[in-house]
Protein backbone atom coordinates (compact mmCIF):
# COMPACT_ATOMS: atom_id res chain seq x y z
CA UNK A 1 0.00 0.00 0.00
CA UNK A 2 0.78 3.10 -0.62
CA UNK A 3 0.22 4.89 2.54
CA UNK A 4 2.37 2.89 4.30
CA UNK A 5 5.53 4.82 4.85
CA UNK A 6 3.01 7.42 6.11
CA UNK A 7 1.62 4.85 8.59
CA UNK A 8 5.33 4.19 9.90
CA UNK A 9 4.18 0.95 10.33
CA UNK A 10 7.63 -1.32 11.70
CA UNK A 11 7.45 -5.26 13.28
CA UNK A 12 9.26 -5.80 16.40
CA UNK A 13 10.20 -9.14 15.42
CA UNK A 14 13.12 -7.86 13.82
CA UNK A 15 14.61 -7.84 17.44
CA UNK A 16 16.10 -11.14 18.98
CA UNK A 17 13.82 -12.69 21.39
CA UNK A 18 10.52 -11.19 19.68
CA UNK A 19 7.73 -12.91 17.78
CA UNK A 20 7.74 -12.02 14.48
CA UNK A 21 4.46 -10.81 13.17
CA UNK A 22 2.66 -10.18 16.39
CA UNK A 23 3.61 -7.04 17.58
CA UNK A 24 3.13 -3.96 15.43
CA UNK A 25 3.32 -0.49 15.95
CA UNK A 26 2.31 2.25 13.58
CA UNK A 27 0.64 5.96 13.59
CA UNK A 28 -2.93 6.33 13.14
CA UNK A 29 -5.00 3.77 10.84
CA UNK A 30 -7.66 6.64 10.34
CA UNK A 31 -5.62 7.58 6.80
CA UNK A 32 -7.51 4.41 5.69
CA UNK A 33 -10.55 3.91 4.17
CA UNK A 34 -13.02 1.17 6.04
CA UNK A 35 -11.83 -0.95 2.69
CA UNK A 36 -8.76 -0.10 2.97
CA UNK A 37 -8.39 -0.76 6.43
CA UNK A 38 -9.86 -4.74 6.29
CA UNK A 39 -7.34 -5.39 3.91
CA UNK A 40 -4.42 -4.01 5.65
CA UNK A 41 -5.93 -6.35 8.84
CA UNK A 42 -5.89 -9.34 6.61
CA UNK A 43 -2.65 -8.65 5.13
CA UNK A 44 -0.61 -8.10 8.66
CA UNK A 45 -3.01 -10.52 10.77
CA UNK A 46 -4.01 -7.62 12.97
CA UNK A 47 -6.63 -9.29 15.38
CA UNK A 48 -5.87 -6.24 18.50
CA UNK A 49 -5.62 -2.33 18.22
CA UNK A 50 -4.19 -0.61 21.07
CA UNK A 51 -5.13 3.29 20.53
CA UNK A 52 -2.51 5.49 22.66
CA UNK A 53 -4.46 8.73 21.71
CA UNK A 54 -6.41 10.75 23.91
CA UNK A 55 -10.30 10.33 23.84
CA UNK A 56 -10.82 13.87 21.72
CA UNK A 57 -8.32 12.20 19.23
CA UNK A 58 -9.71 9.08 18.64
CA UNK A 59 -13.15 10.49 18.09
CA UNK A 60 -11.91 12.61 15.58
CA UNK A 61 -9.85 10.70 13.21
CA UNK A 62 -11.48 6.68 14.42
CA UNK A 63 -9.94 3.76 13.69
CA UNK A 64 -12.18 2.33 10.47
CA UNK A 65 -11.81 -1.37 11.80
CA UNK A 66 -13.38 -4.22 10.33
CA UNK A 67 -15.63 -6.12 12.36
CA UNK A 68 -13.52 -8.90 14.28
CA UNK A 69 -10.98 -6.78 15.38
CA UNK A 70 -10.80 -5.57 19.06
CA UNK A 71 -9.81 -2.33 19.99
CA UNK A 72 -8.54 -0.87 23.25
CA UNK A 73 -7.54 2.59 24.30
CA UNK A 74 -4.80 3.09 26.72
CA UNK A 75 -4.22 7.18 26.90
CA UNK A 76 -1.04 8.24 27.25
CA UNK A 77 -1.76 11.60 28.51
CA UNK A 78 -4.59 13.52 29.81
CA UNK A 79 -4.71 16.86 27.74
CA UNK A 80 -3.82 18.16 24.26
CA UNK A 81 -0.23 18.68 23.70
CA UNK A 82 1.13 20.12 20.34
CA UNK A 83 2.96 17.98 18.00
CA UNK A 84 1.94 14.67 20.52
CA UNK A 85 -2.11 14.40 20.12
CA UNK A 86 -2.98 16.70 17.01
CA UNK A 87 -6.08 17.04 18.81
CA UNK A 88 -8.94 19.83 17.29
CA UNK A 89 -7.56 23.02 16.72
CA UNK A 90 -4.17 22.07 18.40
CA UNK A 91 -2.43 19.85 16.03
CA UNK A 92 0.68 21.83 14.84
CA UNK A 93 -0.72 22.40 11.26
CA UNK A 94 -3.68 24.59 13.06
CA UNK A 95 -1.53 26.64 15.45
CA UNK A 96 0.95 27.42 12.75
CA UNK A 97 -1.54 29.20 11.09
CA UNK A 98 -2.75 30.14 14.42
CA UNK A 99 0.59 31.50 14.48
CA UNK A 100 0.62 33.78 11.41
CA UNK A 101 -0.44 36.89 13.53
CA UNK A 102 1.28 36.00 16.92
CA UNK A 103 4.63 34.24 16.31
CA UNK A 104 5.51 35.66 19.71
CA UNK A 105 3.46 32.98 21.14
CA UNK A 106 5.22 29.80 19.48
CA UNK A 107 6.91 29.15 22.97
CA UNK A 108 3.95 29.09 24.95
CA UNK A 109 1.69 26.68 22.36
CA UNK A 110 4.56 23.69 21.51
CA UNK A 111 5.15 21.36 24.27
CA UNK A 112 8.34 20.96 26.62
CA UNK A 113 9.07 17.74 24.57
CA UNK A 114 11.02 16.69 27.52
CA UNK A 115 9.17 17.34 30.29
CA UNK A 116 6.46 15.25 28.21
CA UNK A 117 8.38 12.56 27.76
CA UNK A 118 9.39 11.95 31.37
CA UNK A 119 6.14 12.77 32.32
CA UNK A 120 4.44 9.59 30.65
CA UNK A 121 6.92 7.09 32.30
CA UNK A 122 6.26 8.96 35.81
CA UNK A 123 2.85 10.16 35.70
CA UNK A 124 0.50 8.06 37.92
CA UNK A 125 -2.23 7.83 35.48
CA UNK A 126 0.09 8.02 32.07
CA UNK A 127 2.34 4.43 33.78
CA UNK A 128 -0.54 2.97 34.61
CA UNK A 129 -2.49 3.04 30.89
CA UNK A 130 1.38 2.63 29.92
CA UNK A 131 1.90 -0.65 31.63
CA UNK A 132 -1.45 -1.61 30.64
CA UNK A 133 -0.89 -1.83 26.86
CA UNK A 134 2.41 -3.69 27.10
CA UNK A 135 1.24 -5.81 29.49
CA UNK A 136 -1.98 -6.54 26.56
CA UNK A 137 0.65 -6.77 24.14
CA UNK A 138 2.80 -9.26 25.44
CA UNK A 139 -0.48 -11.45 26.59
CA UNK A 140 -1.78 -11.17 23.39
CA UNK A 141 1.76 -12.83 21.76
CA UNK A 142 2.23 -15.48 23.91
CA UNK A 143 -1.55 -16.57 22.55
CA UNK A 144 -0.57 -15.77 18.59
CA UNK A 145 -2.61 -13.04 18.75
CA UNK A 146 -1.80 -10.11 16.17
CA UNK A 147 -1.38 -6.64 18.56
CA UNK A 148 -1.03 -2.95 16.41
CA UNK A 149 -0.31 -0.21 19.09
CA UNK A 150 -0.63 3.02 17.40
CA UNK A 151 -0.90 6.99 18.71
CA UNK A 152 -0.85 9.81 16.21
CA UNK A 153 2.41 9.46 14.16
CA UNK A 154 3.65 6.45 15.55
CA UNK A 155 6.45 8.63 16.99
CA UNK A 156 6.47 10.24 20.43
CA UNK A 157 3.68 7.91 22.45
CA UNK A 158 4.10 4.77 20.45
CA UNK A 159 8.04 5.04 20.90
CA UNK A 160 7.60 5.19 24.87
CA UNK A 161 5.26 2.26 24.30
CA UNK A 162 7.85 0.34 21.96
CA UNK A 163 10.65 0.80 24.33
CA UNK A 164 8.96 -0.23 27.37
CA UNK A 165 8.07 -3.51 25.42
CA UNK A 166 11.04 -4.10 23.86
CA UNK A 167 12.75 -3.61 27.70
CA UNK A 168 10.29 -6.05 28.98
CA UNK A 169 12.07 -8.64 25.91
CA UNK A 170 15.30 -7.85 27.50
CA UNK A 171 16.09 -5.68 23.88
CA UNK A 172 18.87 -3.16 25.15
CA UNK A 173 19.16 0.68 25.30
CA UNK A 174 21.34 1.28 21.92
CA UNK A 175 18.87 -1.36 20.00
CA UNK A 176 15.69 0.37 21.84
CA UNK A 177 17.24 3.90 20.66
CA UNK A 178 17.91 2.61 17.29
CA UNK A 179 14.06 1.62 16.75
CA UNK A 180 12.98 4.87 18.22
CA UNK A 181 15.59 6.75 15.52
CA UNK A 182 13.79 4.45 12.53
CA UNK A 183 10.71 6.54 12.49
CA UNK A 184 12.96 9.24 10.90
CA UNK A 185 13.07 7.26 7.53
CA UNK A 186 9.77 7.07 7.13
CA UNK A 187 9.08 10.36 8.35
CA UNK A 188 11.81 12.74 6.81
CA UNK A 189 9.96 13.51 3.29
CA UNK A 190 6.34 13.79 4.83
CA UNK A 191 8.04 16.33 7.32
CA UNK A 192 9.77 18.03 4.79
CA UNK A 193 6.87 18.79 2.76
CA UNK A 194 4.84 19.84 6.09
CA UNK A 195 7.98 22.22 7.00
CA UNK A 196 7.73 23.84 3.31
CA UNK A 197 3.89 24.45 3.77
CA UNK A 198 5.14 26.31 7.28
CA UNK A 199 7.13 28.32 5.21
CA UNK A 200 5.22 28.97 2.72
CA UNK A 201 2.03 30.16 4.99
CA UNK A 202 4.60 31.81 7.22
CA UNK A 203 7.93 33.01 6.07
CA UNK A 204 8.67 32.33 9.64
CA UNK A 205 12.30 30.39 9.30
CA UNK A 206 11.88 29.82 13.51
CA UNK A 207 8.41 28.34 12.56
CA UNK A 208 9.98 26.17 10.25
CA UNK A 209 12.67 25.08 12.82
CA UNK A 210 10.20 24.03 14.97
CA UNK A 211 7.77 21.98 13.19
CA UNK A 212 10.52 19.94 12.00
CA UNK A 213 11.28 19.07 16.02
CA UNK A 214 7.98 18.51 16.24
CA UNK A 215 7.58 15.53 13.55
CA UNK A 216 10.89 14.04 13.69
CA UNK A 217 12.51 11.85 16.49
CA UNK A 218 14.88 13.00 18.38
CA UNK A 219 17.38 10.62 20.37
CA UNK A 220 17.29 12.82 23.60
CA UNK A 221 14.04 12.20 24.14
CA UNK A 222 14.11 8.63 24.20
CA UNK A 223 16.97 8.66 26.13
CA UNK A 224 15.18 10.68 29.11
CA UNK A 225 12.07 8.54 28.89
CA UNK A 226 14.55 5.18 29.45
CA UNK A 227 16.32 7.31 32.14
CA UNK A 228 13.28 7.98 34.49
CA UNK A 229 11.80 4.51 33.58
CA UNK A 230 12.01 2.21 36.35
Request: overall charge neutral; proline content about 4%; charged content about 30%.
Amino acid sequence: MSKLRELNLRDFGYSIGIPKGLLLRSGKLSIFTEEECAAFCRKYGVKCVIDLRTPIESAEFPDPLPEGVEYLQFPLLKDAAVGITHETGSDAMTIIRNLRKHPEKLKEMVPDFKALYKEIVTDEYSRTNLDKAVAVMRQNAENGICTLCHCTAGKDRTGIASMVLLKSYGVSDEEIIKDFMRTNRNAFWPTIKKCLGVWLLTRNWDLVKTAYKCFMADRELIEIAMANYD
